[in-house]
């Protein structure tokens, strides 16, 4: 049986997706732009799915425009916005590489972490010039879970940029966080339906009204002029049904989440030495384990539900998924190079992580599949696996390690 | 049958090198190793021989991962290499390379991940000699040999190592590639250091880490006949590329004086040496007295000499090794030790 704990990477399509677009292509989809009756049912169809989309991220449905992913929102919010009104990108140095190569690319400015991963305040407080045209805040992290304090950024960004549009990346959050609440504040919020059970190669941007942003395709004119190119009305459908599902189980599947998570990373805490658990604050040390009653519960009100993220010394992960994967155990380290390499992540960077603790960063991320057995079994193999890396690969004592971590304090705290 | 790691450049040879471990009923997993993340001529991160390896793979029905080892080599092949630039020596990267990232990290990677053996699609093979000890041998293709990059390999590397393609020419490894239809049978053979681009060349590369300092090109008789912008780049024996006459066989380089800024070229004979002083000299088994067969570059000729003490005398006069390049010793096909030129 494999264990699959990726779903921050991509999680399972939901059956009823399945369906809906298998229905679709097998009954036969028209071009939505077209008269007859077929393109007339496409488009019925997809001012539906423009109306559960509207639904689930608390917009009016003129305000939803059909992409391509998550990557084309996040460059279309940002080039776009540029183009419409020029001036300068601003965004925090823990976002997607869909926002951070736009941003940079474009002269635009980085703006710092505090080692929780969260923004630091006060440095986008010194960015935000007059000639900010558009400051671009993630949800919720895609390596860490780490979610930002997008309300308090908002009002900063009213106060001292106030021609400036606000896009949030929630494309982590989306099934975690209430986005159609959350998400008010921002101008432009993207969504991706692979994260959320809807097909690869589908997303959304949230573009409110007066928001106005140039297109990056231009063609037809489809979906207003803002995105140009036939819509994928099959993956569009399965999209809304999986933002709808998620939206109706996303009480229920917080708690149910975040209690294997919590299981999940106290196991690990408790049976591995020498890990740090990012964004969680590192004052409940593993030797508070030894003692009965622990009165320190681990703080994870700054992770999305599902993001168990750790970092282990003296070992790199690269190695770590091998063995994992060959106890059928499917993970991830953090973002990959198109070669498939592992790369040491920016996003621990930023947050101050010294550069070998970063290369033993672990993702275990859960999701609408996940099951008491994928806890249990990843529990079960990766305290040996990381012992018997730690031994091959370093030599080092287990006391070593310990000690190294306690030297290095507060990192990821 | 055993658990067998294979690293596969995206090369024909290495492609090879798995399939016949496939054929022979062995459990191999493929993996390539990402080195280097700047410019090369394979384009960046290598991609495209990520690609190559991967899709091999694929149609060899394997396993493929791709392990990062940047940062080793960075700090054990990067940095020697414009380190010994800067101190007038002429490195050997890819023996660095095997030394410390296939033979080192990867094998006891491969160890931590319970793989009984590594292999890789060099052009050598692995003999026991009379002693029983391991040794490296030259490859069955004398045009293709590569025990020279190998010769340091001690007992406990060779007991884990397997060289496929050693046994076979490389006619025979592109036919075979052929054969299997493995997209890689007609990928040109790579020809330079991995991490040097061809537009920039060296220079480029060590222009951008270290100073480049210029130094006057001069005869014997303290003539002056030119000047170089980077006296780095010069090596001992060189005619070529000064910006003299190519063709005259008195402007070789007999004499490189860093500190000064002064080259020295002269006729051809000046170049050879009766003897080479070594450092760093490693026998394989116990030591040779008697005649050696000696190699100082990859692809070099091998000449016949002696080891005295730490100097090999000649049996003929030799032409200068640059210091810093690897000198291995043969007996017959057999690696039996190894040096580097002082």
Known sequence: MVHYLDHAATTPVRRAVVEVMTRLMCDGVGNPSGAHRLARDANRILDEARDQMASALGAAPGEIVFTAGGTESDNLAVFGTLEARGGRAVCTAVEHHAILEPVESSGGQVVPVLPTGQIDLDALAEALTPDVSIVSVMLANNETGIVQPLAQVAELVRSQAPNALLHTDAVQAFSWLDVASIGRVADLVSVSAHKFGGPQGVGALVMRAGANVAPRLRGGGQERGRRSGTQNVAGIAGMAVAATETVRDRPAEILRISALRDRLADGIRESIPGVVESGVPSEWSTDEVARPGRGNQPDRRNKTANVCHVCFEGLESEALLFLLERNDVLASAAASCSSGAQEPSHVLAAMGYDRQLAFGSLRLSLGHTSTAADVDAVLNVLPEAVERLRTAELGAGMSDISAAVAVRGSVGG | ?342
């Open chain 2, 1 to 342: 049958m055993a658990e067998i790691l294979v690293a596969m450049s995206g090369g024909v040879d290495s492609s090879v090198a798995a399939a016949m471990l496939v054929a022979d009923g062995h459990d191999v997993t493929g993996v390539t190793l990402k080195l280097w993340g700047g410019e090369s001529d394979s384009g960046c991160c290598s991609v495209s021989d990520v690609e190559d390896a991967r899709r091999v793979a694929q149609q060899l029905g394997i396993d493929h991962h791709v392990f990062n080892f940047g940062d080793d080599f960075d700090k054990h092949v990067i940095a020697p290499y414009v380190e010994a630039y800067d101190e007038g020596r002429t490195p050997n990267p890819c023996i660095e390379c095997n030394r410390h990232i296939k033979f080192d990290k990867l094998l006891r990677r491969a160890d931590a991940l319970g793989f009984d053996l590594i292999a890789t699609g060099h052009h050598a093979r692995i003999v026991t000699d009379a002693d029983g000890f391991l040794r490296v041998s030259r490859g069955a293709d004398s045009a293709k040999d590569q025990s020279y990059v190998l010769h340091m390999l001690d007992q406990r590397q060779l007991r884990r190592l397997m060289l496929p393609v050693g046994d076979i020419t490389k006619e025979r490894v592109r036919e075979l590639a052929h054969e299997l239809g493995l997209r890689t049978a007609t990928k040109p053979d790579s020809q330079d250091v991995c991490f040097i681009h061809s537009d920039g060349g060296r220079r480029k590369f060590l222009g951008d880490r270290i100073p480049l300092s210029p130094a006057v090109i001069v005869n014997r008789a303290g003539q002056q006949l030119g000047s170089t912008d980077a006296v780095q780049l010069v090596t001992i024996g060189q005619r070529k590329g000064l910006g003299l006459a190519g063709n005259d066989d008195r402007n070789y380089v007999v004499d490189i004086d860093r500190r000064n800024g002064v080259v020295t070229v002269g006729p051809e004979s000046e170049t050879f040496d009766p003897h080479t002083e070594l450092v760093d000299v490693a026998w394989s088994g116990t030591s040779v007295d008697g005649l050696l067969h000696i190699q100082c570059s990859a692809h070099g000729s091998r000449a016949t000499g002696r080891l005295e003490g730490s100097r090999v005398v000649w049996d003929e006069p030799h032409r200068r090794v640059a210091s810093g390049q690897s000198v291995v010793f043969y007996v017959g096909d057999e690696v039996v030790g190894g040096a580097t030129a002082a």
